[in-house]
């Protein structure tokens, strides 16, 4: 064997897992995916999804994207800078720009790519990035890119950020990067306190609204709207492959960062941009969640009768307020192993484990849809008991 395959070879944690039949990855759905879908001929009810807003299987959006490929073909085939650059990728730019209250947008391949393009660029040698532990891995790939010093913080913990801006230079570019809603325990961001510390150290403040938009704020636009504190965060960041039923991701901010990040992001540059369709759905669903606040609304009643369920069940669930609800299990086997059982049962969680969360707090990840019934959440809860009762975790 060569070398390279003899060190891979090491690395043998799904082989372990399947021996023990719970490796939970990679099942596929052979259906529409939304609240209820097809896993291995079976129906399964989604409560594993991302897509808020539920927009995933709206049928508008579905024509438009359609729409889209007639027009303009399936593929882009160059970056944004070159020939890649369609007109309806301006109007969403511009469309984002509005949503967000910025001056200006950037349409990425991916949310990944915005939080890899922007954070690595931004700031330089001798600036500083301070980043929440709990933070996505694409800021941390970020950061890791960029030539600044890495400063990072205890998850929401105002003094720690405190110490961390204290040892900067203060004269000195200061970032302050946080995901909005911390996408797997579903808790929020400090964004108040943030933007005080910002103004008393002169720090600028990138948010990922990931997980906030179609949750949060008037239309979804997310915890800065939700605050009321958009115009105080510099750059406002999200992705296309949650809410927004499609694939990409943007970022909204001055001019004079978009000038800047245009012509030296380099994940915005070295790419191909996003397809017609993608880029047609995303414009859909934003006219959707704007023009149909309904959806938010049962998505918050369905998240509140959750929250209330689990926390009647006994089971620790952090301190989330959110459609993200994480069920702790603090074990690996035993999380694949009920996540195998729920699945069983008919329901679709997703395991959560490191280096997703630390690792010792493993986690079942649970998480709702707009289109969700309450019904449907009901049975969630009744088979969720049943397993995890068999498991010694709830009474
Ligand atoms: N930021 C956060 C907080 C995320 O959860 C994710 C995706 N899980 C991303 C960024 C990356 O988004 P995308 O799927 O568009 O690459």
Redesign the pocket.
Known sequence: MKLLQAKLAKYDEPQKAKALGIYPYFRAISSEQDTEVIMNGKKVLMFGS?CYSGLVNDKRVHEAAIEAIRKYGTGCAGSPFLNGTLDIHKELEQKLAAYEGKEDAMIYS???EV?LGVVSTVTGRDDYILWDEQD?A?IIEGRRLSFSNSLKYKHNDMASLETQLKKCDPDRVKLIVT?GVF?MEGDVCKLPDIVDLAHKYKASIMV?E??GIGVFGEGGRGVCDHFGLKDEVDIIMG???KSFAS???FVATDKIITNYLRHHSRSYIFTASITPASTAAVSKALDIMIAEPERQEHLWEITKFALEGFREMGCEIGHTETPIIPLFIRDNNKTFAITRDLLNEGIFVNPVVSPAVAPNDTLIRFSLMATHTKAQVETALEKIHKVFRSYGLVK
């Open positions: 991302n991916t949310g990944f939080n996505h694409s995901d996408s990922d990931a997980h992705t296309f492959s694939l990409g991701g």
